[in-house]
């Protein structure tokens, strides 16, 4: 079933096939969490919200009607399930992860140097958390999604121009940000 477009899955999901749903999954899901993932930097709250999405798209699945790649459709449902997510979750602080230094001793790296690339990526989160949030989710799909400006454009439903604006003053803002940051790096 791997050699099936994502249109001809959704259509077999349509008519009843479940495995073409799990096709779907294991197609999508590792970039659909590493996108929740630079969102939260947070490994189990990205996992839940990776589950919601997949959730709702089971749900929405039956009466969709392909009009544009099916990513771009993706991409949405997440965004929203994002947005969603900060909504009821407004006045409540992340939890702090340790996912980072985890992830890093997991690897093998020496201790000291698992500290300072843990903490370069505290200060990288830092900075990324202080962009609002169109400009942070315009630079996460773009420079850690590897979506193109046009992707990006229909995902958000903004012109091409609003996403070369966005990332312009992402770049402004987290210049200052994390000046000294590639320093610290070893």
Known sequence: ???KSDHELIHLFQKGDNRAFSELYHRHAPRIQQFFHYLTFHRTLSEDL???TFLKLWRG???FEPRAPFSHFLYRVAR???IDHGRLKKNQERPASQDLIESQVEEGNAPSDTAVL???RIRVRQAIDALSPP?????ILSK???LKNREISTILEIPEGTVESRLSKAYRQLRPLLHGAS???P
């Open 1 to 3: 079933m791997s050699g």
């Open 50 to 52: 990776l589950q919601e």
């Open 61 to 63: 699945l039956p009466s």
């Open 80 to 82: 929203n399930i994002w």
């Open 118 to 120: 843990h903490e370069t």
């Open 135 to 139: 400009i942070r989710e315009t630079l």
């Open 144 to 146: 850690f999604q590897g």
């Open 183 to 185: 320093k610290m790096t």
